[in-house]
């Protein structure tokens, strides 16, 4: 992993709300480096500034100070416009609660995103991508299902599909697993883990030990400050239970 290019870097990134008084400081100081493929798991407390970092470093929301760099670019100069459009053609987001249309059908709100980044005349290699995605994760059958007529786990799946229709340079997912049964959260996680197996950038966040132990790296957030990270190694499914226990051993020495 440590001869792969940086993909994603961050250098003495702070944010501080200033609508409470005393104002609160949610980061400070962080200092990230994502390589090319990797799957960075961030844990941490409630309330320690896991979801702060997440939107601070995707652009969704304006950090108060320090840098972040993607592919190369520096992202906290940017003004809205030119923001949105990294984020809608570099960035994938999947969230705990997926957000879907309820008057599109599932394949659509997958086609939505991907379409309004894709060049003219994109649309039907959008399309195509779309559906070989929706066959990859197993929900095919579902395209023109409405989107309340689908399981949470298969909504998650669709949100996945959504997040790399537009073949980004990272996926971030804010405890995408959050909303979700054991059954469902392992089918997530799988399709997760072969996000990663092809390559793809993850930067994701949970509080669940057996999900943070998919990541290639977890790093602990306590009180807006970085203060340790495991190296964990790619995952491998025969040494799931091992991983977790590891795991588990690093967060209760961290106080989780
Ligand atoms: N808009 C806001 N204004 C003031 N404080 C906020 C705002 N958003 C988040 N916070 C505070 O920032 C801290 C970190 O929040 P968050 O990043 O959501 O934590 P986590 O995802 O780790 O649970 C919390 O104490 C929260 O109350
Ligand atoms: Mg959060």
């Given at each position: 992993?440590?001869q792969a290019?940086?993909?994603?870097e961050s ?8 609508s409470?008084?005393?104002p ?9 480096t ?10 941490g407390?409630?309330?320690s ?10 652009g969704m929301?304006?950090?108060t100070?320090?840098?972040?760099v993607?592919e190369?670019?520096?992202l906290t100069s940017?003004?809205?416009a030119e923001?949105?459009t ?5 960035m ?16 659509d709100?997958?086609l ?12 039907h ?11 990859r994760?197993g ?16 909504l998650?799946?669709?949100s996945?599909?959504r997040?790399l ?5 990272v996926?971030f ?8 049964n054991?059954?469902m ?6 399709a997760l883990?072969d996000v990663?197996r092809d390559g793809?950038?993850?930067v ?10 998919r ?16 190296e964990?190694?790619?995952w ?10 590891e ?10």
């Open positions: 992993m440590s290019p940086v993909t994603l250098q003495a990134l702070s944010k501080t709300y200033y409470t008084d005393p609160t400081e949610v980061l400070r100081g962080i200092d990230l994502v390589r090319t493929g990797e799957f960075l798991v961030i844990m407390a409630s309330g500034g896991k979801s702060t970092l997440l939107y601070s470093v995707s929301d304006r950090p100070s320090g840098n972040v993607l190369g670019r520096e940017l003004s809205d923001m949105s990294v984020r809608l053609t570099r994938g987001f999947v969230f705990q609660q997926p957000h879907f249309l309820s008057n599109l059908d599932v394949r709100n997958i939505l995103p991907a379409l309004k980044a894709a060049p003219r005349g994109g649309r290699a959008a399309v195509t991508r779309v559906d070989a995605l929706m066959a994760f929900i095919a059958h579902l395209k023109d299902h409405g989107i309340t007529q689908v399981s949470g786990g298969q998650q799946r669709a996945i599909c997040a229709a537009g073949e980004p340079a996926l997912a804010d405890e995408p697993t959050g909303a979700l054991s059954t959260s392992t089918e997530v996680m799988d883990t990663h793809t950038t993850i994701m966040v949970t509080h669940d030990p057996g999900c943070a132990a990541g290639d790296r977890v790093i602990y957030l306590r009180d807006g400050v970085l203060v340790d990270s495991a964990l190694g790619p491998q499914e025969d040494e799931a239970q091992r991983r977790e226990d795991l588990l051993v690093w967060l209760r020495k961290l106080g989780f």
